[in-house]
């Protein structure tokens, strides 16, 4: 390609989910409903954790920096999207564009991560009853959390500043709704062959050990609920990991998903569409997931709502 059609961008174009003038209304309010139930369904979550002390086991530990993780994860990604929507525009800056692609990166990480911890938790509540507290104590689990952290944050650092090295085109559309890496790389004028690299490394570390560890510990799981002699004992130790099991099915069954469609649908923003899922319905769908058959949660939700009500 011509170097004179190369240049530093200043911005890209999201193309968003559809074109259509007459649907941006309706995306726009969808959207907009959809992040408000998840921040407030999430924060709910940590206020209800935070505030009751029976909440304050390893389990809904991790389920508090989840719930804050996902807040942050449609954070990075909604508003700019309904900036767009409302204002007819398709603009993000190069620099804001950047911003995003890590942060998005960090916080889907970060959501693995939680999720593989959040497995260990429930393999060591069932397997290790009689060991739980000694095992799962308030160190260990600040020290997952630190990590977890840690970890989401300084490796999604090496794919995101070598795409600073990259030069794109002029008028460069990315056919999503949020500036995704793989979407961005492909947009890219010069030699991406390192960023694939470095993309792909950093899914299959990130992405296929964390649920090598979650299958392996819900094998020993379900091996052990089916040593027990007692229909109780059973029928105890399933809803615990219930609401964790539907959530990691959703998790990984739309990055499945994701990539499929991808990789052989030739539509570009079929995949966009398919992002939806993990973006924004998951995060929304979360709180409810893990509140629908746990009394405890349930019972510190109401009392916290009643308390604030009672407040106001």
């Known amino acids: 390609m011509d170097a004179g059609n190369q240049t530093w961008v200043l911005e890209f174009l ?40 029976r909440l304050h086991t390893p389990m809904y530990f991790f389920l508090s920096h989840l719930s804050f993780s996902d807040i942050c994860y449609s954070s990075t990604i909604v508003p700019q999207m309904l900036v767009n929507i409302q204002t007819v525009s398709k603009a993000i800056t190069y620099a804001d564009c ?83 890496l793989a979407e961005v790389l492909k947009s890219a004028c010069s030699d991406a062959l390192n960023n694939y690299i470095a993309l792909y490394s950093l899914t299959g570390l990130l992405g296929i050990i964390p649920l090598t560890g979650i299958l392996y510990s819900y094998s020993k799981i379900l091996s052990s609920i089916l040593k027990m002699s007692s229909a109780e004992g059973k029928y105890k130790a399933f809803p615990t990991c219930g609401s ?19 990789a052989f649908s030739p539509p570009p923003q079929r995949g966009a569409v398919a992002s939806v899922m993990y973006t924004v319905v998951i995060p929304m769908l979360n709180p409810f997931i893990y509140s629908l058959r746990n009394r405890d949660l349930q019972g510190a939700l109401r009392k916290f709502v009643s308390r604030s009500s009672f407040l106001l």
């Open 98 to 180: 950047i911003t995003q692609m890590y942060f998005s990166i960090v916080f889907l990480c970060l959501d693995n991560l939680l999720l593989t911890v959040m497995a260990y938790d429930r393999f060591v509540a069932i397997c290790h009853p009689l060991h739980y507290r000694i095992m799962m104590n308030p160190l260990l689990c600040g020290l997952l959390a630190l990590v977890s952290w840690s970890v989401s944050i300084l490796f999604p650092l090496i794919p995101c500043l070598m795409a600073l090295h990259l030069s794109f085109c002029t008028h460069t559309e990315i056919p999503h709704f949020f500036c995704e």
């Open 244 to 262: 964790h099991l539907v959530v990691i099915s959703l998790f990984y069954g739309t990055g499945l998903g994701v990539y499929l469609s991808s």
């Open 14 to 53: 999201l193309l968003g989910l559809s074109e259509d003038p007459e649907l941006q209304p309706l995306l726009f309010g969808l959207f907009l409903s959809m992040y408000l139930v998840s921040v407030l369904g999430n924060l709910l979550i940590i206020l209800a954790v935070s505030s009751d002390s």
